[in-house]
């Protein structure tokens, strides 16, 4: 078994495209093209945030403020349109950024002119910033006109806030900070791990059995004196450890650069996250992935000697792929909880019971059954594969 | 020595619908199953070649996979030197060497780790397996290429890493399907070299092929199999006075023709 084993490693390490998908992709490309989103979207604000705006003023001489406040600012250069044209055509045609129509009742003092609505037409499609540029200037406009009608009135400060926002739901936390984020995060994390596990296991998978076939090289490989279930045992592990070792590195890879990226601004939050889920919680999350695991490569393999071809192989996992999608969107359907029926759904278990340890809110006797049920269903299933790998219609189709 | 008799083998179909006319046709096929071997005897003594002839589809790599246990027959026996195949197939496995055309290997090892794997899977160890890694890369002539990586061999390189693969265990018989089948002149005669250096060591060899003229070359006997039965089993010579002019081509017709009348 070993022996398989070790010859299987061996050929999977100097394989450079496994190795690719295996190492490199989470632990630089991922990386990379996050950074690089983030670098352009970072860009794309910058460059909204200073383009110089071009902007037309419709009733400027009611609002003298506003439009002085406007023509002051860096960022924006006024232009003047004849009479009577289309706005949105001019706006359409690059003229003018921006058109400000301001009421003809605006006036400073609101108790006597009432609310003015100060019409703002602009091409809002894709990101711009001139929504948010100009209502800064507005805003301050409000502020003022709020201060000058308290002063008439003749309200205290105190009056004046109350008067505003008069009353003030405040939303009182008595979950721990843990538990909250916990349920936020903790449905994608076992989402994400799934997944990397059966992408880590599905290549090697593919070469292992149906790679034999293709190859010409399985009849040598059945007819030599090994048990059969030696065979299967030892390309088992092989997948297995190709599944564990994906998702180790890439949620590894992941912690490691949040950390890495986030220095200076929420490393404490990303600290507090990382200490407050124990040593315990990590290691339990990786003992109940083991069984997942096995679960995995045992109908990866199954699937993988089934098939005739390389190409038969990859439409099978491709369809399996879709399938393990739906245990872990369940886990993530709201109200679907570690309770009653739902703790007994294959894999959608393990997935609540990594989310509880996540939270912090683990029944740690209950984790002893999932992992007994699942480790019992992924035993089942590499029983099912030896049965699989003795059956002459499997092997020589 | 080898030794099969009675050996039947049947394949259930799936859906007999699908098959070709002339699969319909074939009367091996009974309902669900389709009778690939129904009675095929043959016997080799030891030192002596074998060749297997038939059509396409007469039941030759059937016959051969079971021989090679690779599959377990409905019924009948096979012996190699006084043990039975079939009950004791882990022991019988140390006993074969196999190979056919269309063996491969691992591409990502070398031609060495290749070797080295099936010995060890034979329980060599590591000191039997180099030194008979030695004595074949000698033998087949193979020291230039055997460190490298077989993805890259040309098909002679290949076919000689399946030989010294086939027989790095000292098999007691060597079972051979098509071994020839779409290798060039130079790969095809590493392979007529082998197994004339295998009679040579008194090896018994069994193996099937479409060309007649190694059959002349090589064999001390021959055995035909058509439908699934065995309609020829004897020496060479008496498979040449089958036909009047001594020619092979006339006497392998006039052993299939001879069932049909």
Redesign the interface.
Same mark, same amino acid.
């Given at each position: 078994m070993w022996l398989v084993f070790l010859k299987e490693v061996k050929e999977l390490v100097r394989d450079r495209k496994t190795l690719f998908f295996m190492i490199a992709l989470p632990i630089l490309v991922m990386p990379a093209f996050a950074g690089m989103a983030i670098y352009f979207a970072k860009n794309a604000a910058d460059e909204a945030q200073n383009k110089v705006l071009k902007f037309a003023l419709v009733g400027a001489d009611y609002a003298p403020k506003i439009a002085t406040e406007l023509r002051n600012t860096d960022g924006f250069s006024e232009i003047t349109l004849p009479a009577d044209v289309d706005f949105a055509e001019q706006i359409r045609a690059e003229n003018v950024d921006f058109i400000l129509e301001i009421p003809d009742h605006y006036s400073d003092n609101v108790l006597q002119s009432g609310q003015a609505i100060i019409k703002l037409h602009m091409h809002d499609a894709g990101l711009n910033l001139v929504f948010q540029r100009v209502d800064d200037i507005v805003k301050a406009q409000v502020k003022a006109q709020q201060k000058t009608a308290f002063d008439t009135i003749g309200l205290q400060p105190e009056q004046q806030t109350a008067l505003l926002n008069p009353i003030v739901l405040e939303k009182v936390n008595t979950a721990d900070q843990r538990e909250s984020w916990g349920a936020q995060i903790g449905g994608i994390i076992p989402y994400f791990i799934f997944i990397l596990c059966l992408q880590g296991a599905m290549f090697p998978a593919t070469d292992l059995g149906a790679g034999e076939k293709e190859r010409g090289t399985l009849e040598t490989l059945l007819i030599s004196p090994t048990e059969r279930y030696k065979l299967v045992l030892g390309k088992f592990l092989t997948i297995a450890l190709a599944g564990l070792t994906s998702a180790l590195i890439t949620v590894s890879s992941m912690a490691i650069w949040s950390i890495v990226l986030s220095q200076g601004m929420a490393i404490q939050f990303v600290i507090d996250i990382m200490s407050s889920i124990g040593i315990l919680d990590f290691v339990l999350m990786f003992l109940m992935l083991i069984p997942v695991v096995g679960i995995f490569a045992s109908v990866l393999l199954s699937l993988s000697i089934y098939a005739k071809s390389f190409k038969e192989a990859q439409s099978y996992m491709g369809s399996l792929m879709m399938l393990i999608f739906v245990p872990i969107i369940f886990s993530i359907l709201p109200g679907v909880e570690l309770k009653g029926g739902w703790a007994w759904v294959p894999l959608t278990n393990v997935a609540l019971a990594i989310k509880e340890l996540v939270k912090g809110t683990m029944d740690y006797f209950q984790l002893f059954a999932i992992f007994g049920s699942t480790a019992i269903i992924a035993l089942a299933l590499l029983g099912f594969c030896v049965h699989w790998f003795n059956r002459e219609k499997v092997l020589f189709r | 020595m080898i030794e099969i008799k009675q050996l039947a083998k049947k394949?259930?179909v799936e859906n007999p619908k699908k098959l070709s006319e002339q699969e319909k046709k074939d009367p091996r096929l009974k309902g669900r199953f389709f009778h690939s071997v129904v009675d095929v005897s043959l016997s080799v003594d030891d030192g002596q070649v074998i060749g297997l002839l038939g059509p396409n589809g007469a039941g030759k790599t059937t016959t051969l996979?079971m021989l090679? #246990? /690779? +599959? #377990?027959p409905d019924a009948g026996s096979v012996k190699i030197n006084e043990v039975d195949v079939l009950k004791s197939p +882990? @022991?019988a =496995?140390?006993k @074969?060497g &196999?190979l056919?055309g269309? #063996? $491969? +290997?691992?591409? =990502? %090892?070398t031609g060495r780790?290749n070797i080295e794997? &099936?010995g060890? %899977?034979? $329980?060599m160890d590591k000191t039997a397996i180099a030194q008979r890694i030695e004595e074949l890369s000698q033998m087949l002539d193979m020291q230039t290429f055997l460190d490298r =990586?077989c993805e890259n061999f040309s098909t002679g390189m290949k076919q000689k890493t399946a030989i010294a =693969? /086939?027989v790095v265990h000292r098999p007691e018989v060597v079972i051979l399907d098509e071994p020839t089948t779409g290798l060039d002149i130079m790969a095809t005669q590493t392979v007529l070299d082998f197994i004339r250096s295998l009679k040579a060591e008194n090896t018994p060899v069994i193996f099937s092929t479409h060309h007649l003229d190694e059959v002349s070359e090589l064999c001390d006997r021959v055995a035909v199999i058509d439908n699934g039965v065995s309609k020829f089993d004897d020496t060479l010579d008496a498979f040449k006075a089958k036909a009047e002019d001594g020619n092979l081509h006339t006497a392998f017709l006039a052993t299939i023709n001879q069932g049909a009348r």
């Amino acid at each position: 078994m070993w022996l398989v084993f070790l010859k299987e490693v061996k050929e999977l390490v100097r394989d450079r495209k496994t190795l690719f998908f295996m190492i490199a992709l989470p632990i630089l490309v991922m990386p990379a093209f996050a950074g690089m989103a983030i670098y352009f979207a970072k860009n794309a604000a910058d460059e909204a945030q200073n383009k110089v705006l071009k902007f037309a003023l419709v009733g400027a001489d009611y609002a003298p403020k506003i439009a002085t406040e406007l023509r002051n600012t860096d960022g924006f250069s006024e232009i003047t349109l004849p009479a009577d044209v289309d706005f949105a055509e001019q706006i359409r045609a690059e003229n003018v950024d921006f058109i400000l129509e301001i009421p003809d009742h605006y006036s400073d003092n609101v108790l006597q002119s009432g609310q003015a609505i100060i019409k703002l037409h602009m091409h809002d499609a894709g990101l711009n910033l001139v929504f948010q540029r100009v209502d800064d200037i507005v805003k301050a406009q409000v502020k003022a006109q709020q201060k000058t009608a308290f002063d008439t009135i003749g309200l205290q400060p105190e009056q004046q806030t109350a008067l505003l926002n008069p009353i003030v739901l405040e939303k009182v936390n008595t979950a721990d900070q843990r538990e909250s984020w916990g349920a936020q995060i903790g449905g994608i994390i076992p989402y994400f791990i799934f997944i990397l596990c059966l992408q880590g296991a599905m290549f090697p998978a593919t070469d292992l059995g149906a790679g034999e076939k293709e190859r010409g090289t399985l009849e040598t490989l059945l007819i030599s004196p090994t048990e059969r279930y030696k065979l299967v045992l030892g390309k088992f592990l092989t997948i297995a450890l190709a599944g564990l070792t994906s998702a180790l590195i890439t949620v590894s890879s992941m912690a490691i650069w949040s950390i890495v990226l986030s220095q200076g601004m929420a490393i404490q939050f990303v600290i507090d996250i990382m200490s407050s889920i124990g040593i315990l919680d990590f290691v339990l999350m990786f003992l109940m992935l083991i069984p997942v695991v096995g679960i995995f490569a045992s109908v990866l393999l199954s699937l993988s000697i089934y098939a005739k071809s390389f190409k038969e192989a990859q439409s099978y996992m491709g369809s399996l792929m879709m399938l393990i999608f739906v245990p872990i969107i369940f886990s993530i359907l709201p109200g679907v909880e570690l309770k009653g029926g739902w703790a007994w759904v294959p894999l959608t278990n393990v997935a609540l019971a990594i989310k509880e340890l996540v939270k912090g809110t683990m029944d740690y006797f209950q984790l002893f059954a999932i992992f007994g049920s699942t480790a019992i269903i992924a035993l089942a299933l590499l029983g099912f594969c030896v049965h699989w790998f003795n059956r002459e219609k499997v092997l020589f189709r | 020595m080898i030794e099969i008799k009675q050996l039947a083998k049947k394949f259930s179909v799936e859906n007999p619908k699908k098959l070709s006319e002339q699969e319909k046709k074939d009367p091996r096929l009974k309902g669900r199953f389709f009778h690939s071997v129904v009675d095929v005897s043959l016997s080799v003594d030891d030192g002596q070649v074998i060749g297997l002839l038939g059509p396409n589809g007469a039941g030759k790599t059937t016959t051969l996979r079971m021989l090679s #246990t /690779a +599959l #377990t027959p409905d019924a009948g026996s096979v012996k190699i030197n006084e043990v039975d195949v079939l009950k004791s197939p +882990l @022991i019988a =496995r140390q006993k @074969i060497g &196999f190979l056919s055309g269309s #063996t $491969g +290997l691992y591409g =990502r %090892l070398t031609g060495r780790e290749n070797i080295e794997y &099936f010995g060890q %899977l034979h $329980g060599m160890d590591k000191t039997a397996i180099a030194q008979r890694i030695e004595e074949l890369s000698q033998m087949l002539d193979m020291q230039t290429f055997l460190d490298r =990586r077989c993805e890259n061999f040309s098909t002679g390189m290949k076919q000689k890493t399946a030989i010294a =693969r /086939a027989v790095v265990h000292r098999p007691e018989v060597v079972i051979l399907d098509e071994p020839t089948t779409g290798l060039d002149i130079m790969a095809t005669q590493t392979v007529l070299d082998f197994i004339r250096s295998l009679k040579a060591e008194n090896t018994p060899v069994i193996f099937s092929t479409h060309h007649l003229d190694e059959v002349s070359e090589l064999c001390d006997r021959v055995a035909v199999i058509d439908n699934g039965v065995s309609k020829f089993d004897d020496t060479l010579d008496a498979f040449k006075a089958k036909a009047e002019d001594g020619n092979l081509h006339t006497a392998f017709l006039a052993t299939i023709n001879q069932g049909a009348r």
